[in-house]
């Protein structure tokens, strides 16, 4: 049971970090690309923020959901209600997706109610990190980068589908990862009050350098 949440743990890691990295190797090639096109498929993803490393729970299958808490800059569900492909505007743009919801719960960067746009690579879009138009999903977001982009944190593993408007459904994907965890462990729905509840015992435990929701 160890083996396999460390094996899980050890894989979401070496994604952030992965992810990370590549941000700022994106954000170079924009400065440098002189027609501001994104071409092919060297280019890559950004919108991407590092996750801090000391001060995380030592406790095997606990760190997973700590990082997704670290790492994020919005955390929220809601509904989205729109979605708009959009073109480089100039030299030193990239071809985005922007996707806006509906807020109905919201825990950081966000508040119920407001009709939140997102900016996304376009290559993560075509990657498959896609939404629908009446989706319900619950995100930990990155922080937006320097040019204003952000996604999931760690792909998949920073998005939750929605069983309606308050539950979440936790995925087999979501299960190992978190099967440390007090709150989502072994669990296949939770509330968003629990979900809040869970983050905020984590910013609590990052003491006065944590993100506060």
Same mark, same amino acid.
């Given at each position: 049971?160890?083996?396999?949440?460390?094996?899980?743990?050890?894989?979401?890691?070496?994604?952030?970090?992965?992810?990370?990295?590549?941000?700022?190797?994106?954000?170079?090639?924009?400065?440098?690309?002189?027609?501001?096109?994104?071409?092919?498929?060297?280019?890559?993803?950004?919108?991407?923020?590092?996750?801090?490393?000391?001060?995380?729970?030592?406790?095997?299958?606990?760190?997973?959901?700590?990082?997704?808490?670290?790492?994020?800059?919005?955390?929220? #569900?809601?509904?989205?209600?729109?979605?708009?492909?959009? #073109?480089?505007?100039?030299?030193?743009?990239?071809?985005?997706?922007?996707?806006?919801?509906?807020?109905?719960?919201?825990?950081?960067?966000?508040?119920?109610?407001?009709?939140?746009?997102?900016?996304?690579?376009?290559?993560?879009?075509?990657?498959?990190?896609?939404?629908?138009?009446?989706?319900?999903?619950?995100?930990?977001?990155?922080?937006?980068?320097?040019?204003?982009?952000?996604?999931?944190?760690?792909?998949?593993?920073?998005?939750?589908?929605?069983?309606?408007?308050?539950?979440?459904?936790? #995925?087999?994907?979501?299960?190992?990862?978190?099967?440390?965890?007090?709150?989502?462990?072994?669990? #296949?729905?939770?509330?968003?009050?629990?979900?809040?509840?869970?983050?905020?015992?984590?910013?609590?435990?990052?003491?006065?350098?944590?993100?506060?929701?």
């Amino acid at each position: 049971m160890c083996g396999s949440s460390c094996i899980c743990l050890l894989a979401i890691t070496l994604l952030v970090s992965a992810t990370a990295s590549m941000q700022a190797q994106a954000d170079r090639t924009s400065d440098a690309a002189p027609t501001g096109r994104v071409r092919g498929a060297a280019v890559q993803p950004i919108g991407v923020r590092p996750v801090p490393g000391p001060g995380m729970a030592r406790t095997p299958g606990t760190k997973a959901f700590r990082q997704l808490v670290r790492a994020a800059g919005i955390i929220f #569900s809601g509904t989205v209600t729109n979605i708009q492909q959009r #073109s480089a505007a100039d030299s030193q743009s990239l071809e985005t997706v922007a996707i806006t919801f509906h807020v109905d719960n919201a825990i950081r960067g966000t508040a119920p109610g407001e009709n939140l746009t997102i900016t996304q690579w376009i290559g993560l879009w075509s990657g498959g990190q896609r939404y629908r138009v009446g989706e319900r999903v619950a995100l930990f977001l990155y922080p937006a980068s320097r040019l204003g982009l952000t996604s999931s944190v760690a792909g998949p593993m920073g998005r939750f589908e929605m069983e309606d408007a308050r539950r979440i459904l936790i #995925s087999e994907q979501h299960r190992l990862a978190f099967r440390g965890d007090p709150v989502l462990g072994g669990r #296949s729905r939770l509330t968003f009050r629990e979900l809040a509840q869970a983050v905020h015992t984590e910013g609590e435990d990052e003491g006065s350098h944590g993100r506060r929701p």
